[in-house]
């Protein structure tokens, strides 16, 4: 978990900015790009990931390249509160392999997932014989998503 008190400066934010854009991206070649020696660089992201600014890193697919063309939104509402635990949920919708994410939330529905489908006959398949056969799913609501736009926040 972040420290609420840690102080990020303007080096600090721009070698997160630049971690965001390339993960990959050796310490010295940061270190060039923000005007810091590669120890110096190396100091910087060594303190970030210990305070838990930064904790991982990780392979971006192309899901489309891979088949998956399709991503839904589903809002689930659970249909039996307090017969099937939150956990017993949870742990049902990690087991499906479409499952991207899985978001308790507050509002009309209690969760909110990222699926993925090879097209939409292949995602009807796995809202029926997965998603709505989960412990105590409900009502659900589907969004296709169109098009994202990721944006780099508040950093």
Known sequence: MTDPAIDLDQVDRQLLAALRADATASTGALGRRLGLSQ????RRIRRLTAAG???GRR????REALGFGVTVFLGVKLATKGRVSLDEFERAARAIPEV???DHVLGLFDYRLRVVARDLSDFERILRRRVMTLPGAGNVEANVLLSEERLPGPL
Do not use: E, K, M, R
């Open 100 to 102: 991207l994410s899985i």
């Open 53 to 55: 600014v930064i904790s």
């Open 39 to 42: 120890p110096a660089t190396w």
């Open 59 to 62: 392979v971006v697919l192309d």
